[in-house]
């Protein structure tokens, strides 16, 4: 996907890097959509979907990139995505107790 569409729908952006398209919570766990902007093809952006498991580290993640499917273990797109997602729960957690 390119990273223009990507950021349109976007409700949480880090550093014109990562795009937070959805988070919803999925019984003990949270699902989050997110697209990562690729390091080699700067216009294009993989699809990340991360599984964190509330009150715990543990989570998983897959991602569309071809680095991904090769070795299919993590790469740096999730481990990105992973820190966008961190950074908008704190905000949101920080907005929730301004209100």
């Not at 599984?51 to 993640?61: A, E, H």
């Not at 990105?80 to 209100?99: D, F, I």
Request: charged content about 30%; aromatic content about 10%.
């Amino acid at each position: 996907m390119l990273c223009k569409e990507a950021a349109k729908g976007a409700v949480y952006k880090l550093n014109e890097e990562v795009y937070i398209r959805s988070v919803e919570r999925r019984g003990l766990w949270l699902v989050a959509l997110c697209y990562v902007r690729s390091q080699s093809r700067r216009e294009e952006c993989y699809q990340v979907v991360l599984k964190l498991k509330l009150g715990t580290r543990y989570f998983t993640g897959r991602c569309e990139c071809p680095d991904f499917r090769y070795r299919g273990g993590p790469c740096k797109h999730i481990v990105r995505a992973k820190v966008a997602l961190r950074e908008y729960l704190k905000a949101a957690t920080s907005l929730r107790r301004l209100l």
